[in-house]
Structure formats: C-alpha cells, structure tokens
C-alpha cells in the first residue's frame, strides 16, 4: 500500500471509551499496530483500514459484550419452548441460565476487586506523592544540624536513588514509502517503582535517625514521623500487591468460564448455535436470529 501522507489511528476500549493516536501513514500503523496492541491491553481485535479517510479502527468484543450476547443466545433458546430439547445436559435452558447466572457472578466480583484495587493504588499514590520532596528536606535539615561529611554523603546518595534515572532514546526518522517501518523506541530507567522508592527512602529515613545531632521538632520530619512515613508506604505497598494478586486471580477464574474448556460460555454458545442449526436448519428463523448474535474468544 502507497503512503498516503499523515492521519490517524482509531483505538475503540472494551469500555467505550475512544482512543486517536497519529501516525504518519498506513505502512506505519500496520507495522506497528501489535505494539499498539500491548500498550492498550485490548483482549480481541479486528483490524480494518478504512482508504478513504485514511485511518485504521480497531473493534473490541469484551467480556461483557460477550455475557450479553449468551444472554441473547439463552432468550432464543427459551422462546424456543419445547421445541428447542438438546440431548447434552450443559446445552439444555436450565444449564445455560446457571452458567450465565455464573458468569455474572465472576464478573461482579471481577469488577468489586478492580474498585478495591484502583482504590488502594490511589491512596498509595498520594502516601507516595510527597517522598522525594521529603528526602531532599532531609537531606537540608542533616546538613543545617552539622551532621559529618560522610554521612551527608551517604544521604545525598539515597536521595540521588530516591529520586530515580530517566534514559531518553534518541528520535527516530519517520520512515519514508516503501521502507520497513522501526520498532518504537522505548524510555529506559530505574528507580523510579515504588518499591524502589520505599527502599530508598528507608535507607535515607535510616541514615538521619542515626544521626545524634538530628534532632528537629517539626512533627513530618522528626525521627517518630520519618519511621511512621517508612511503615505507612510500606504498608501501601503490601496492601497492593494483595489487591493486585486478588485481581489477577479472579481475572484467571473470569477467563476459565467465559473460554476454557468445552463447558465454558463462548464454546457453550457455539455449541448451541450448531445444535439450532441442525435441529431446525439453516434458513430457520431460530438460526437466522442467532447468526447476529456475535461471541468472540480473545486471542491475548
């Protein structure tokens, strides 16, 4: 395909909302729409160029788009009465409503945890918010108490970690048509997670208390407040992991019913849409209306 000059990438979320990244032409964006992919977590995808206006657009069927389209599926079959009677047990109305019934459940308790966790991350990120402020005040008030050189320069040395690196790549040129597109050039670092700043600044926190001529009475910065700072962020830290491996694991659970195994919802649903069309045929009206019902399977 020709360079059609710059336009513009079209990313839907499986929650709705858009997103519209540039790009300097369609070799571009096909080469580098994978990347795309992993910076945006997008379960599924379907990938369209549109040449008139020059611009790709990306299709999400999330998981909620696939437990309302079982639903839909399942109100077939019951409007379908005695007629719709499958010889497998998981395929007959009775199953397909306690399956449905669980898959809601797991994705309520999906999204409960996913609040808990945004919560915690949110409290941590204002414990965390004035930490590097706070090690650079130490470091002046060690200085202003006539602490020795070596351990000004112990703590300046924690400070420098406390506040992390930052590598910035090189720009690359916009390639030109016809030549293969560059990987997107990464931003490297170190130190700046949080528990890297947790460490640090414990290290910082640690060299001040054994300081004898440290003595301040402000009440953030005194040695009670610098040791109640190190075990609160330690602290936020072991609550969000927890939340974090609570999240993963039900995000695990969610995935096992919506699309691992012959019994899960999305392979139930193929099921039964095979079963409608052999029963009642191609053209029938209950195959007809379950052909725009859509379930897809996520491939990441």
């Keep these: 395909m020709a360079n059609r000059g710059p336009g513009a990438l079209n990313l839907q979320h499986a929650a709705g ?14 080469n580098n729409f994978k990347i795309l992919y992993q910076k945006h977590n997008f379960p599924t995808r379907l990938f369209r160029i549109n ?3 020059n611009t790709s657009t990306f299709y999400v069927m999330s998981h ?14 019951t409007g379908l009465g005695g007629a719709y009677n499958p010889g497998q047990q998981h395929l007959q109305v009775k199953a397909l409503t306690t399956l449905q019934f669980n898959a809601q459940q797991m994705m309520d308790k999906v999204t409960e945890a996913k609040t808990v966790y945004d919560n915690v991350t949110n409290s941590r990120e204002l414990a965390f918010k004035d930490v590097r402020a706070m090690g650079s005040r130490i470091c002046f008030l060690l200085r202003a108490c ?3 050189p070596l351990t000004l320069a112990d703590a300046y040395a924690s400070n420098r970690r406390l506040h992390g690196w930052k590598r910035y790549a090189a720009p690359i ?3 030109t048509a016809g030549e293969p597109a560059e990987a997107l050039p990464h931003r490297k670092g170190a130190g700046n997670d949080y528990a890297s700043i947790a460490y640090h600044f414990a ?12 003595v301040i009475n402000e009440p953030a910065l005194n040695k009670e407040g610098l040791e109640r700072k190190v075990a609160e962020i330690h602290q936020m830290n072991e609550v969000v992991m927890q939340a974090t491996l609570k999240l993963n694991h039900l995000k695990k659970q969610r995935h096992a019913i919506f699309y691992v195994g012959a019994n899960s919802l999305v392979e139930t649903a ?7 069309r052999g029963a009642f045929g191609f053209k029938s009206n209950p195959h007809l209306d379950m ?8 491939t990441t």
């Design 203 to 214: 290290q910082l926190v640690e060299t001040a208390i054994a300081e004898p001529r440290y």
């Design 173 to 175: 040129a916009h390639p």
């Design 51 to 53: 040449n008139m206006y």
């Design 146 to 148: 006539g602490a020795h």
């Design 270 to 276: 193929r099921a039964v849409r095979n079963y409608v």
């Design 17 to 30: 909302n858009p997103y519209r990244i540039k790009f300097h032409s369609i070799p571009v964006a096909q």
């Design 291 to 298: 052909s725009k019902v859509s379930l897809t399977k996520p």
């Design 64 to 77: 909620a788009k696939n437990l309302q389209s079982f639903g839909k599926l399942k109100g077939i079959c």
